[in-house]
């Protein structure tokens, strides 16, 4: 079939009924598919079952000699953050170990900025409002929620296939109410590109208007690989020490979708100096972090390599799906002009964008025949995108033949939305 852009009314009339009969015949099946969240399957989950039985009754001593069983040590054990070093790009003495969610981090560090200011400020963030923070678009909607209840303001940047429109954040960085910028630097989400070499050295070297402006990297899907090329990310607190701005950085990962979701550890890193201001301020939080858990994950993971044969496992599960999102959307949306979608080679996400002002009419019909989307604009702040263009899909969690029928029915959707669209 041509393009929608090269049929006639007719041919376009005659097309919409040819569609809604098969919409109809979809919404017989009586389909509940859930594609929301980037959540692992049970089968992924299953891949840490051996973890449950570690670290052991008697193996609960780390190895500079601490009871993993007791009180203190914030910042985490030694050969836990040893084992996280090349993950989180940082040395283990820059890195925090903490318990199950980097999200909690992310908020925590925003909230300790704002009471009580970060290190090259004037003071509690705060008292210097308004506050700004540059959000890459398409980007992460527990980002946003973070700012909007905090009353953060956001600006949308666009995101370019090497990371943020960097020409946009240097313009925008010159204003000193800017704070900071969320960043997902590999496999971003939803969009799955990785920053490029020169996208991280202009973040690291701009110059701010703000003095203790803040990099919000959260690398987390570092590890996540869906191919067996795996671009290349410079390291940001290197990048930004060799610039001059060595505080600049503050890094997030998590192994949330490595081991156990709900059982993970979360992983911070950034300056010495601006470690030292971290643990000031979460040791009147908390005496000390699950450290049996982070046994746990030293005996299973082991190493760089144990890490890399675990994640290898996770990709067989989950590359499938995305090839099943991309070839139904090939076969249903390819050539007609109506939708363009990202080709991830990492991550958790698919990128669907639809003919503009459509999204939100996608996300209904899909709905109503049983299939849950993410809300048309969770990929902007405050929940608006401008165009109601941009979709994320999340393939890992359903099975691979629910993945399949979910995409070729948001594709059905797609082109129902469009050929709708065309016809006023």
Same mark, same amino acid.
């Given at each position: 079939m041509p393009p929608l852009s090269e049929l006639s009314s007719d041919a376009l009339t005659d097309l919409r009924a040819g569609l809604v009969q098969e919409y109809e015949a979809l919404k017989a099946q009586g389909l509940k598919l859930d594609m929301t969240r980037g959540k692992p399957a049970s089968a992924q989950l299953d891949l840490s079952a051996e973890m449950l039985a570690l670290p052991g009754n008697r193996d609960t001593t780390a190895e500079d000699g601490t009871d993993a069983r007791n009180y203190g040590n914030l910042?985490?054990?030694?050969?836990?953050?040893?084992?996280?070093?090349?993950?989180?790009?940082?040395?283990?003495?820059?890195?925090?170990?903490?318990?199950?969610?980097?999200?909690?981090?992310?908020?925590?560090?925003?909230?300790?900025?704002?009471?009580?200011?970060?290190?090259?400020?004037?003071?509690?963030?705060?008292?210097?409002?308004?506050?700004?923070?540059?959000?890459?678009?398409?980007?992460?909607?527990?980002?946003?929620?973070?700012?909007?209840?905090?009353?953060?303001?956001?600006?949308?940047?666009?995101?370019?296939?090497?990371?943020?429109?960097?020409?946009a954040v240097?313009?925008?960085?010159?204003?000193?109410?800017?704070?900071?910028?969320?960043? !997902?630097?590999?496999?971003?989400?939803?969009? *799955?590109?990785?920053?490029?070499? &020169?996208?991280? #050295?202009? @973040?690291?070297?701009? $110059?701010?208007g703000a003095p203790d402006f803040r990099i919000f990297w959260d690398n987390a899907y570092a590890v996540h690989h869906l191919s067996a090329e795996r671009p290349e990310l410079a390291n940001i607190l290197d990048a930004c020490a060799e610039a001059g701005n060595p505080n600049r950085a503050f890094i997030f990962a998590s192994t949330s979708k490595v081991t156990l979701a709900g059982a993970g550890l979360a992983l911070w890193a950034s300056s010495p100096e601006n470690v030292r201001w971290y643990l000031a301020q979460a040791g009147r939080r908390s005496i000390g972090p699950d450290k049996l858990n982070q046994?746990?994950? !030293?005996?299973?993971?082991?190493?760089?390599? *144990?890490?890399?044969?675990?994640? &290898?496992?996770? #990709?067989? @599960?989950?590359?499938? $799906?995305?090839?099943?999102?991309?070839?139904?959307?090939?076969?249903?949306?390819?050539?007609?002009?109506?939708a363009?979608?990202?080709?991830?080679?990492?991550?958790?996400?698919?990128?669907?964008?639809?003919?503009?002002?459509?999204?939100?009419?996608?996300?209904?019909?899909?709905?109503?025949?049983?299939?849950?989307?993410?809300?048309?604009?969770?990929?902007?702040?405050?929940?608006?995108?401008?165009?109601?263009?941009?979709?994320?899909?999340?393939?890992?969690?359903?099975?691979?033949?629910?993945?399949?029928?979910?995409?070729?029915a948001v594709a059905l959707c797609t082109l129902l939305a469009a050929v709708e669209a065309r016809l006023g």
């Open positions: 910042q985490g054990l030694a050969e836990t953050r040893a084992l996280f070093s090349t993950l989180m790009g940082a040395p283990a003495d820059q890195i925090v170990v903490a318990n199950n969610s980097s999200l909690a981090l992310m908020h925590d560090t925003i909230v300790y900025a704002l009471l009580k200011g970060v290190p090259g400020g004037k003071g509690p963030w705060s008292k210097e409002e308004p506050i700004t923070f540059l959000c890459p678009v398409p980007g992460y909607d527990r980002h946003f929620a973070l700012c909007e209840g905090y009353g953060i303001r956001m600006i949308a940047i666009p995101m370019t296939g090497a990371g943020p429109d960097m020409d240097e313009k925008a960085v010159a204003d000193p109410s800017v704070k900071g910028i969320w960043c !997902v630097p590999k496999y971003a989400n939803p969009s *799955g590109e990785t920053y490029s070499a &020169e996208t991280v #050295r202009r @973040l690291a070297s701009m $110059k701010t046994l746990r994950h !030293v005996r299973f993971l082991r190493d760089d390599a *144990g890490i890399a044969a675990h994640m &290898e496992k996770h #990709r067989e @599960l989950i590359a499938p $799906k995305f090839t099943a999102v991309e070839e139904a959307f090939a076969a249903r949306l390819g050539g007609q002009g109506v363009q979608w990202s080709a991830p080679k990492g991550g958790y996400f698919i990128t669907l964008d639809v003919q503009d002002g459509t999204a939100s009419r996608v996300v209904a019909l899909a709905k109503e025949a049983g299939i849950a989307l993410t809300p048309a604009g969770a990929t902007h702040p405050y929940g608006k995108d401008p165009n109601d263009r941009t979709l994320r899909i999340a393939p890992t969690f359903p099975s691979l033949a629910d993945v399949r029928k979910a995409a070729e």
